[in-house]
């Protein structure tokens, strides 16, 4: 697990528990990636590019006065690295919650790794 995500997680939950509209974060390929898999299901707004080109700017998303990203758990730690097959991919539920997973093609969902067949680091779930 890369120290650059588990401290944008950290940095988009403490702004969201904050009450923040906006968050900067450091760019990373990493950090595109797990955005982009927050914002196609739904959790983030939107993220551009700051002017500097080094920082990023997260919009975060609110629903009924609360914010999505207020109920990240961070899953893998750097020290504590939660990896699970394909087969014990299959066998995993969280239920209504959403898990992201670092794999080899990516951060990727629980359903996109069952749909592709391919096992990763649990990650985070919301």
Do not use: W
């Not at 950290?10 to 900067?24: G, I, P, Q």
């Not at 539920?93 to 359903?111: D, I, R, W």
Request: aromatic residues 12%; proline residues 1%.
């Amino acid at each position: 697990m890369n120290n650059q995500l588990v401290k944008m997680l950290v940095l988009l939950k403490n702004a969201s528990l904050a009450k923040k509209n906006n968050v900067f974060v450091k760019k990373a390929p990493l950090i595109l990636d797990c955005l982009a898999a927050l914002y196609k299901e739904g959790y983030i707004l939107s993220y551009a590019y700051n002017l500097d080109g080094s920082t990023i700017l997260v919009n975060l998303r609110y629903f009924e006065g609360n914010c999505l990203t207020a109920n990240l758990k961070i899953m893998s730690k750097i020290s504590h690295v939660k990896y699970l097959n394909y087969r014990d991919i299959c066998r995993f539920s969280l239920g209504n919650k959403v898990g992201f997973f670092l794999t080899s093609k990516g951060v990727q969902t629980l359903e996109d790794c069952k749909m592709n067949k391919i096992g990763g680091i649990l990650a985070f779930y919301s």
